[in-house]
């Protein structure tokens, strides 16, 4: 299945285009001290404000005169992070309920759906918001807290799943022959509901990075002077009348990660559709 | 119908029950005690003075007994008073900003109701074909972009570099002293960006839906059937595969409530709107317990206010659903 996929991934150009601006991104947050020509952090009173184009600031410097190429590139750590973090506790959070809820059935399943609705019900921003207040603005608490948040779409995903995988025969030949219920789900249930999971969990990585810019920009998430995209446009927003690339281009950083891992997302979810697969061969 | 309206309205019950359980968890993690803000703030406030406020706020009874007393007060609508200096009633602070949120909720969701019928059709029907195209990175862009940086962007463009727009706060300084239209036209003005911003992402994403629904309509039979009756495609189109596309939106919107309520956030703080979701960014910034409770519960009850107006529009729109629900 996942060789399809990749074939049809790189097939879709504009998932394929995603996908490559996703690969780079791990390359430039994971050689950032290499590529960043200045220290993130250094401030240099003498240069401040500096317009993009400037000698040795392409894209300019801030209020402290650090350079805002360099905390772009630093600040792409940040994103991958919470992004990666985030989701996967998310997914695991959703596989277990999911799966239980789905196997199991019964009152087992009607409670975790119902707490599954109730989580839903809280706009989500309230939540993240409240409880990383209370508890301490950092972007450890924001993986957690975003990760405790957002976990209902695999849960429910992976219970519908199950439900239909448990009225085929290989299930039925499975329990004949004393499978234990370990067993079903590891190998029999699980594997064959990772493709849906493996696309909302690339959907997700994008929604956690939107999240996250958001609360670092209310100035909730990553703290000074750790540079993140949202941090860097909580200083845009100040000089939003003197120095319009502080607020241009962090955001378009934001915009472009997002966009390619929605892009490789909905093409992972063509990919593994199959509906389409019947179609193309 | 009232009867079903009725019996979602119970079914409604253990779920709030559930959201003031979460609120109220969600208020106990704290380390420390909420006393803490207050006195700390207050250097001369006394050990002993810290006990009192204890009482006064039952923080030294057993948890369940806390939390059932909160309840009994939460249904008299009763929240206690905040914390912060003025120490208002936080039903008064939350109700008179409570207007303010819907009003910019409400236009948000007719902007998207008015949009995204037109450009989730037309991609339809036109799949594949440049405006197709055009609408699909137009919502690919609108999914991706975060909606504080466009609040910013437009901020920075219209309102400090061109200066059509005004930028911060809901009327202008002399607001009183103006007529009716010029109130109207100046609260128009202050509204038009956050709205337009905040209702992107919902457009995207209902046009988007309505796109790949219409897909799907247009390939069932009946759709046939009316060609086949000789009806014209436009007929077929505007009212056979149209009415069916709507059914669901009325889903769909019923959903965005939660991310258009936890919008307001952000953007009632960029644009200085003094709605529910600027009182709660202050609330959580000073820590004034009663005032994120407050808001956690009333954030959650709209939410499931939305669902209910969901569902009921859903079963007096679909006769499938109508059936069984007047039964």
Known sequence: MFKIGLKKILANRLAFCGGVVVLAMFLVSWMAPILAPHDPDKVMVRSRLRPPGTAGHPLGTDSLGRDVLSRLIWGSRVSLKVGFVAVGLATLIGLALGAVAGFRGGIVDGMIMRFCDLTLCFPSMFLILAVIAILEPSIWNVMVVIGLTSWMGVARLVRAEFLSLMTRDFILAARAQGASAFRIIWRHLLPNAMGPVLVTATLGVAGAILTESSLSFLGLGAQPPMSSWGGMLTEGKDQISKAWWLSLFPGLCILGAVLSYNLLGEGLREAFNPHNASRTG | ?327
């Open chain 2, 1 to 327: 119908m009232l009867n079903y309206a009725i019996k979602r309205i119970i079914l409604m019950i253990p779920t709030l029950l559930g959201i003031t359980l979460v609120s109220f968890a969600v208020i106990h993690l704290a380390p420390g005690d909420p006393t803490d803000m207050v006195t700390s703030l207050n250097p001369q406030a006394s050990q002993q003075a810290q006990i009192r406020l204890r009482e006064l706020y039952g923080l030294d009874k057993p948890i369940h007994i806390q939390y059932w007393n909160w309840l009994k007060n939460l249904v008299r609508l009763d929240l206690g008073r905040s914390f912060s200096s003025d120490s208002r009633l936080v039903k008064d602070k939350i109700f008179e900003r409570l207007p303010v949120t819907l009003a910019l909720n409400i236009a948000s969701m007719a902007i998207i109701l008015a949009l995204s019928l037109p450009l989730g059709l037309w991609a339809a029907t036109r799949a594949g074909g440049w405006f197709d195209r055009m609408t699909t990175v137009f919502v690919f862009i609108c999914f991706a972009a975060p909606s504080f940086w466009l609040a910013l962007l437009g901020m920075g463009l219209f309102g400090a570099r061109l200066g059509w727009l005004p930028i911060s706060g809901l009327t202008s300084l002399d607001f009183h002293s103006m007529g009716f239209w010029d109130k109207a036209l100046d609260l128009g003005r202050h509204l038009l960006m956050p709205v337009i911003i905040s209702s992107l992402g919902g457009l995207a994403g209902l046009s988007r839906y309505l796109r790949s629904n219409t897909l799907e309509i247009i390939r069932q039979d009946y759709l046939n059937t009316a060609r086949a009756k000789g009806l014209s495609e436009r007929v077929v189109l505007w009212k056979h595969a149209l009415r069916n596309a709507l059914i669901p939106v009325i889903t769909i919107l019923g959903l965005s409530v939660p991310g258009l309520i936890g919008g307001s956030i952000i953007m009632e703080s960029i644009y200085a709107i003094p709605g529910l979701g600027q009182l709660f960014y202050g609330a959580i910034m000073s820590r004034d317990y009663p005032v994120i409770m407050g808001g956690l519960v009333i954030g959650a009850v709209l939410t499931l206010i939305g669902n209910l107006l969901a569902d009921l529009g859903y079963a007096l729109v679909d006769p499938r659903v109508r059936d069984a629900a007047f039964r």
